[in-house]
């Protein structure tokens, strides 16, 4: 014989204590007009019956589901799974789940389609929480957050006209600290920096601690960008023939060009300490920029209104 699972309802707490079904909802919401020891005896009993509460339903009831919204920058249909995103997620996924909330990822191949996403979520699926995974000037997304005053934050640093709610790194920091670490653990001299074309804000920074390494020690600094039909990398090198080590400003774009790079040698230190990365570049050394707490501390500071920010550390590994 097959068993059945009976789940019991609210009805059945209320009748189980004595009180009405309103009572029982109210104390199980710990609502001060209920005495503190009927409070006690419903959730008692409530505990007892294995009742799970609908937080979807109790949320929905205030015009707003049990999910939060992830935005992840344009991204082609072609492009390969960003690792830092998927620890992102991980990070996240772990702070939601006592909060009893879930994750619904908005990502599309142009902006126009990745703001119908979001559109989507608020207007079908009210959704009204959002974690925005990267930072632009002009982002019809956030500007769309902004207009209509929903709940979020962003994952980086926000750009200048808009002091939005974020979480983030001292990017700038991270990249002084890993030029100076390059420097000191190897006889070099010379390091690029290597970066995407985009100049993502995240790019931006490190680069800007790498420059202040270099200038604080009298040395040149070097930068090239990885662009569809520009200077390839060993082409880059082979007009700087002085550069003897690189800076690369992200674990994606090294593992991109790491098949140039093979036959120079050079000591590579790069940001984000990746499974990826540490299972083909077991050698270089590697700077974790500690995404799975990036993402606990984006979801801590989501529902958490009367703070502004927060900076998660990182750290060197050799």
Same mark, same amino acid.
């Given at each position: 014989?097959v068993?059945?699972?009976y789940?019991?309802t609210?009805?059945?707490?209320a009748?189980?204590?004595g009180?009405?079904?309103?009572?029982a909802?109210?104390?199980?919401n710990?609502?001060?007009r209920?005495?503190?020891?009927?409070?006690?005896?419903?959730?008692?009993?409530a505990?007892?019956?294995?009742y799970?509460?609908?937080?979807n339903?109790?949320?929905l009831?205030?015009? +707003?589901?049990?999910?939060?919204?992830?935005v992840f920058?344009?991204?082609?249909?072609?492009?390969p799974?960003?690792p830092?995103?998927?620890d992102l997620m991980r990070g996240?996924?772990?702070?939601?789940?006592?909060?009893h909330y879930?994750?619904?990822?908005?990502?599309a191949p142009?902006?126009?389609e990745?703001?119908e996403?979001v559109?989507?979520?608020?207007?079908?699926?009210?959704?009204h929480n959002?974690?925005?995974?990267?930072?632009?000037e002009?982002?019809?997304?956030t500007?769309y957050?902004? +207009?209509?005053q929903?709940n979020?934050v962003v994952i980086g640093?926000?750009?200048?006209?808009?002091?939005?709610r974020?979480?983030?790194?001292?990017?700038v920091a991270?990249?002084?600290?890993?030029?100076a670490?390059l420097?000191?653990?190897?006889?070099?001299?010379?390091?690029a920096?290597?970066?995407?074309?985009?100049?993502?804000?995240?790019?931006?920074?490190?680069?800007?601690g790498?420059e202040?390494c270099?200038e604080?020690r009298?040395?040149?600094?070097?930068?090239?960008?990885?662009?569809?039909g520009?200077?390839?990398?060993?082409?880059?090198?082979?007009?700087?023939? +002085?550069?003897?080590?690189?800076?690369?400003?992200d674990d994606?774009?090294l593992?991109?060009?790491?098949?140039?790079l093979?036959?120079t040698?050079?000591?590579?230190?790069?940001?984000?300490?990746?499974?990826l990365v540490?299972m083909l570049l077991r050698?270089?050394?590697?700077i974790?920029?500690?995404?799975r707490?990036l993402?606990q501390?984006?979801?801590?500071?989501?529902f958490?209104?009367?703070a502004?920010?927060?900076?998660?550390d990182?750290?060197?590994y050799?």
């Amino acid at each position: 014989m097959v068993g059945v699972v009976y789940l019991s309802t609210i009805k059945d707490i209320a009748q189980a204590a004595g009180v009405s079904v309103s009572t029982a909802s109210r104390a199980l919401n710990n609502n001060p007009r209920i005495s503190l020891k009927t409070r006690q005896r419903v959730k008692e009993i409530a505990d007892q019956l294995g009742y799970l509460p609908n937080y979807n339903a109790q949320n929905l009831t205030r015009g +707003e589901s049990n999910m939060v919204g992830l935005v992840f920058p344009v991204t082609s249909d072609t492009a390969p799974a960003n690792p830092f995103h998927i620890d992102l997620m991980r990070g996240i996924s772990v702070a939601l789940k006592p909060l009893h909330y879930e994750m619904v990822v908005a990502i599309a191949p142009t902006a126009d389609e990745l703001l119908e996403s979001v559109q989507s979520m608020v207007n079908q699926s009210k959704v009204h929480n959002f974690l925005v995974f990267y930072t632009v000037e002009n982002d019809p997304v956030t500007n769309y957050l902004r +207009e209509h005053q929903l709940n979020f934050v962003v994952i980086g640093h926000p750009t200048a006209n808009h002091p939005d709610r974020y979480v983030d790194n001292d990017n700038v920091a991270a990249g002084e600290e890993a030029t100076a670490h390059l420097l000191d653990k190897h006889p070099v001299n010379h390091p690029a920096f290597l970066q995407s074309a985009d100049d993502w804000v995240y790019e931006h920074s490190r680069r800007l601690g790498y420059e202040a390494c270099l200038e604080g020690r009298g040395l040149t600094a070097y930068t090239w960008r990885c662009q569809d039909g520009g200077e390839s990398v060993t082409d880059f090198l082979a007009a700087h023939p +002085e550069v003897d080590s690189l800076v690369c400003a992200d674990d994606l774009l090294l593992v991109r060009i790491n098949d140039q790079l093979q036959s120079t040698g050079f000591p590579v230190v790069c940001f984000n300490n990746s499974r990826l990365v540490g299972m083909l570049l077991r050698d270089n050394e590697r700077i974790d920029m500690q995404p799975r707490k990036l993402g606990q501390e984006a979801v801590n500071l989501l529902f958490d209104p009367a703070a502004h920010h927060r900076i998660v550390d990182f750290t060197i590994y050799d």
